[in-house]
């Protein structure tokens, strides 16, 4: 099974980043999530409690959800770097399942 980027963390419009007004929001957004991600896989237990708590789930299915995740691939979430390679691979599942026209992407 090909690697693939199942999340990418910043959706801006195209505008607010061609106009370059607003890099250190872009650049606070990816420092935040590295430090979530990193903090995630140090703290599996108390993050399962804030999971649980913020999606209203059993605290014990949120740290199997954790657990089961970062023992399978510990570099399951990325903290904000793209791979091109995978995030290609997402776009041709997409396209196979007609989630999304077929086209030129960025």
Not at 7 to 15: A, H, K, L, P
Not at 70 to 76: E, F, G, I, S, T
Request: glycine share 4%; aromatic share 6%.
């Amino acid at each position: 099974m090909p690697n693939e980027t199942q999340t990418v963390g910043i959706v801006v419009r195209t505008d607010y980043l061609n106009l370059k007004q607003h890099p250190d929001v872009i650049k606070g957004i990816i420092a935040a999530r590295r430090k979530a991600v990193q903090y995630i896989a140090a703290h599996r237990e108390e993050s399962a409690q804030i999971l649980a708590k913020q999606y209203k789930m059993d605290p014990a299915v949120a740290a199997s959800a954790i657990n089961n995740m970062l023992n399978a691939d510990p570099k399951c979430w990325s903290e904000g770097n793209f791979d091109r390679k995978s995030m290609d691979e997402v776009l041709k599942g997409l396209i196979l399942v007609k989630a999304i026209p077929d086209g030129p992407f960025d």
